[in-house]
């Protein structure tokens, strides 16, 4: 599969525990993405990784949100003692320098009960 | 600012019917990527367009037509003769240098046997 992948596709989780979010890009691209989607909203845009660097965050982005791409490879998004409002779908995408071939995973959905 | 407007928050259509799907975006830029998505229910975003803003010649595909009008910042979006399989939410959506999206609220489309 040559895909964005994300892993888990769903997530229940009780308020206050961490959970983590894994994304795998295509492999030949060094752009990755993070969006974060309400119910009833389109993506907003959270962060993003130009190779293993990340390069921008957007202000919806809390101090309890935490993502990495060690390695400019996978990327993980953790959030820190989960709150109702967190509850939404988490969308990876990636991309080549540019908008080519800007691809979006299936997203993981979050619940936080 | 970069902002997209999808003021049809939902429409319902008979099949076989003609729909259009109205997208207006506000930018600076003067190089930058306009789109189209569908979400059906199962939450993945596929891909159904990419336009340059040099580029404003109006596209088909198929069943498909879009309208890009640089002089009333649109590009909306035709689904002609619709079918029940085209019932889902649409997104437009706005890309400046490759970067991250913004995404409209979406258009959710229903289409009646």
């Known amino acids: 599969d040559t895909g964005v992948s994300q892993d888990p596709r769903h997530k229940i989780t009780k308020r206050g525990q961490n959970v983590t979010f894994r994304c795998d890009p295509i492999?030949?691209?060094?752009?990755l993405y993070w969006y974060r989607q309400t119910l009833g909203q389109g993506p907003e845009f959270l962060t993003y990784?130009?190779?293993?660097?990340?390069?921008?965050k957007s202000r919806l982005l809390s101090d309890r949100f935490s993502a990495e791409r060690p390695k400019g490879s996978f990327s993980t998004l953790e959030i820190q003692r989960t709150e109702q409002g967190d509850s939404a779908m988490y969308l990876c995408?990636?991309?080549?320098?540019?908008?080519?071939?800007?691809?979006f995973g299936s997203g993981t959905r979050l619940t936080v009960v | 600012a970069q902002k997209v407007t999808q003021a049809q928050t939902e429409i319902s259509v008979v099949e076989k019917e003609d729909v259009t799907l109205d997208c207006v975006y506000e930018?600076?830029?003067?190089?930058?990527?306009l789109f189209w998505y569908k979400q059906p229910p199962s939450g993945e975003l596929v891909f159904l367009i990419r336009?340059?803003?040099?580029?404003?010649q109006n596209e088909i595909s198929g069943r498909y037509s879009w309208n890009f009008q640089k002089s009333t910042s649109s590009f909306n979006f035709t689904i002609t003769a619709s079918q029940v399989v085209d019932s889902a939410v649409y997104f437009c959506?706005?890309?400046?240098?490759?970067?991250?999206?913004?995404f409209g609220p979406g258009t959710r489309l229903s289409v009646l046997p």
């Open positions: 995408a990636s991309s080549l320098q540019g908008a080519e071939g800007y691809t």
């Open positions: 492999s030949e691209h060094n752009r």
């Open positions: 990784f130009q190779n293993e660097a990340q390069l921008e």
């Open positions: 930018t600076r830029d003067t190089t930058y990527y």
């Open positions: 336009r340059n803003s040099f580029d404003e």
């Open positions: 959506a706005l890309n400046t240098y490759g970067q991250n999206f913004v």
